[in-house]
C-alpha cells in the first residue's frame, strides 16, 4: 500500500536516522488503515561521499545520479520495520550494502533509463532489473536488502511475530480449518486475544458458528476489517445432524478457509464444533487451534486444586437421580486417582447443581465455583463443602465452571 509519508530528509539526521524514521512512519501508516494487522515498512536512503542519494523523481535527476555514482562505492540504508497493530509492538532494524559501480557511459545510462524507468528507486538503482548490469561488486549480511526488502532479516522478524515462513504441509487443494476463540461472557476480546489470533481473524471472510448474531457481535469487537453484511456465516449447533457435516467441509475441500467460533468460547470444547473437527481429520482437511481464553483452563489455575491430573466432563445429567449418581462417582474417582474433576452447567441451571454437589459431597472435599472469568464480576473461590453450606452464591445466568476434588 502507498503510506502517503513525507520523505524528506531532516537537518542533521543521518542516512541511517532517515531511513528507520521514515521505514517506521510507513509501518505506522499502514496500522492506522489496517489496526488487526502485523505491517511491514520499509525505506532505503543511499550515501555517496556523506551525500545522501534519495529518489530521483525525474530524469534529468537519475542521470545526475548514475553519473556521480559510476566507477564509485555506494552504501544502501535498508530499515526495516515490523509494526504489530493489536499491541503496537515494533521491530525495526537496517542493513547495510555496500555496491561499487561499473565504469559505464552516458549511452549506458539513458539505455538503462528508458528500459527500467527508476525515478522511485533510491540512487536511480534498480537493482532487480537492468541495473545490475551497472554493479561490479556488492557486499552485504543479507543479500536481499538490496531490492528494498531485507528477506532473512524479515524471516526472523515474522518468527518473533510468530509466524512461520514455510508452513505445515496440508492436503492438496484442501482450506484450513481455524478454530477461533471467542471473549467469554461478551467481554472486550482485546486483552484477551494474542495478535497472532486477530491477525488470523481478520484475514478470514467465512465462518462456521453457532449463533450468526453473536458472531457478528463478536467480530465487531475484535475490529474486523471486512462489513459484517459481506462476511459469510454458516450454522453448527445442536441440532445440525451428522448428515449436514460434509456440507459444511465441502468448502474447504475446495480450497476455501473457514473459521469455527463457538458460543462455549473454545471451539469443539463442550462444543459441537467437536464433531467437525473429527470430520475434518478424517476427510484430510488441515486443522489450526488459536491461542485465546478457555474458561475451564482459567479456572484450575486458578483453583489451587491438582492441575497435574484433571478430567472435563462437561455436563453432568439433568435429572435429579441421575445427576446425584454422576456427582458420588466423580467424587470417588478424584479420591481414587488424586484427580481434579471439572465440570459445567447450562448457566440457569447453575444454582440447581450447586445444591446437588453440596448435598451429595462429603464435608472435607474441596469445591471451586469459577464464575464469570475474564469479566469484570469475575469470582474464583475454593473451599471445602461444609464451609459453601453456610452460605450459597447466586449463581443463577452467570457461567461458571465447577471444579471438585476430594484427593489427597
Known sequence: MAPNVDETPRTGESAVQTALRLAELKARAGVRLHPAALVIGSDQVAVLDEVQLGKPGDHA????????????TVIFHTALCVCDGPTGRRQIVNVPTTVTFREFTDAHIERY??????????????????????????????????PGLPLTRLITMLRNEGIEVIQAATMPGTGTLYLIPTALGGSDPGPFLPSSTLRVLSGLTRFIVENPKSARQFLKAAGHPHPLRSLDFRVLDEHTTDDELPDLLDPLRAGQDWGLMSEAGCPAVADPGATLVKLA???????????????????????GLNGQRFAFHGYLPVEARQRRARIVGLERESARNDETQIFIETPYRNDA?????????????????????????????????????RKLPALNRRPTVFLLYSGS
Open 61 to 72: 535527476s537519475a542521470v545526475a545520479q548514475l553519473r556521480a555514482m559510476r566507477g564509485r
Open 281 to 303: 481429520h478424517a476427510r484430510g482437511v488441515r486443522v489450526v487451534p488459536l491461542v485465546g481464553p478457555s474458561a475451564v483452563l482459567l479456572a484450575l489455575m486458578a483453583s
Open 113 to 146: 533509463l528508458a528500459r527500467e524507468q527508476p525515478y522511485d528507486c533510491a540512487g536511480s538503482a534498480k537493482i532487480e532489473g537492468l541495473g545490475i548490469a551497472l554493479v561490479e561488486h556488492v557486499s552485504s549480511d543479507d543479500p536481499t536488502a538490496l
Open 353 to 389: 447443581l450447586l445444591r446437588a454437589l453440596i448435598e451429595a459431597c462429603h464435608d472435607d472435599t474441596l469445591l471451586c465455583l469459577a464464575t464469570d472469568i475474564t469479566l469484570p464480576t469475575e469470582t474464583v473461590l475454593t473451599q471445602a463443602v461444609v464451609a459453601w453450606r
